[in-house]
């Protein structure tokens, strides 16, 4: 089972009944559709809010020891400002750590300034870049953490 622990007030669990405002990241996916991933098991959706709305919203899955993030996207108007940072972090120090989990996984989009951001945040890449249908070339990443 996945225990979501209280995060800042900035930030927040979504469901049905406070999802507020719209979103649509950069891959194509809604508030809706991360709404019914929020919905199953051993899955939460963290979003970021500010006065505009939601600049931010984060897919993970905890599986097995590790937490799996399928999706980090910000606001288009937010790159840079931070909030992929602060939806790591939570996901990190709150999550990830509550949980007991002893790594974070992720799949990035290949592209030299992301890989380096994720490098930065102390993430490595974990296997052979692959083509994933509908993404493009995908680069597994992971965390340990302590």
Partial sequence: MLVKPKLPTSLGYIAGSDAGGDFRGRLGYTLKDYLAEAGK????VVVRRTAEGIVGVAWVEREGDRLIVHHLETDDRFEGG?????LLVAIEKRIALTNGVN?????????DELIAWYKRRGFAQAGVTRDEPGYGRIVPMRKKLA
């Fill in 41 to 44: 098991a051993n899955n939460a």
């Fill in 82 to 86: 931070g909030v992929g940072t602060e």
């Fill in 103 to 111: 790594e974070i996984a992720l799949d990035a989009l290949e592209d």
